[in-house]
């Protein structure tokens, strides 16, 4: 007899264990339909449910709606919130961006003489006058060059003629007065004559 009591507990706690070890299924709405048709009882081809089973589905149905529908509700929210965040994003990136393009256009344009030109443009006109003005200045020293040459060569030949003149001045007065002293003498001779 013992040893039927000692049996009979064991035998009891290991279901006791088993049914605590088996694991538990997820609150799913098919699982739930699964216990209650478990539950139910049969009648010739039909399931019979007791009633306080199927009102305690049914709640939990609908609660189970309820909230997929306050979750679709405020995920519904966020992305409209999102879709207006994005929507002013999309508008600030469209102005930054016609910023960006002014910008961009007014650094590669400068202002000359009040004329807006790009630097490329402005780079060649200052270039070329750079260029203008330095063939200019070459032009100039070349003139300036040349002339200087020729007014030497002008000083020089009227130096030379200066002073051939002053020797022909000089021989002119030698011969004038040679000239004078010998008429002089003719006028003396003359005059010793008579």
């Known amino acids: 007899m013992k040893f039927f009591k000692i049996a009979f507990i064991f035998i009891f706690t290991q279901s006791i264990i088993a049914q605590?070890?088996?694991p538990e299924q997820p609150n799913t709405v098919e699982n739930q339909f699964n216990e209650l048709y478990k539950k139910s009882n049969n009648?010739?081809?039909y399931k019979v449910i007791k009633k306080n089973e199927y009102l305690r589905l049914q709640k939990s149905i609908l609660d189970s709606i309820k909230v997929i529908?306050?979750?679709?509700a405020s995920k519904q929210v966020k992305i409209n919130e999102q879709q207006k965040s994005i929507t002013e994003l999309q508008t600030k990136i469209d102005a930054l961006n016609s910023d960006l393009t002014t910008s961009i256009g007014k650094e590669d344009a400068i202002s000359f003489i009040g004329i807006p030109l790009n630097k490329a443009t402005y780079n060649t006109i200052v270039w070329?006058?750079?260029f203008a003005l330095l063939a200019g200045l070459a032009f100039f020293i070349y003139r300036f060059?040349?002339?200087n040459v020729v007014?030497?060569?002008t000083k020089s030949l009227l130096a030379d003629t200066e002073e051939e003149f002053e020797q022909y001045k000089r021989k002119s007065i030698e011969k004038e007065q040679k000239l004078r002293r010998?008429?002089?003498d003719e006028i003396n001779k003359q005059r010793g004559v008579n």
Do not use: M
């Open 182 to 184: 010998q008429l002089q």
């Open 151 to 153: 007014t030497k060569e």
């Open 20 to 22: 605590e070890n088996l």
């Open 43 to 45: 009648y010739q081809v």
């Open 69 to 72: 529908k306050t979750d679709a």
């Open 128 to 130: 070329g006058i750079i």
């Open 145 to 147: 060059n040349n002339s």
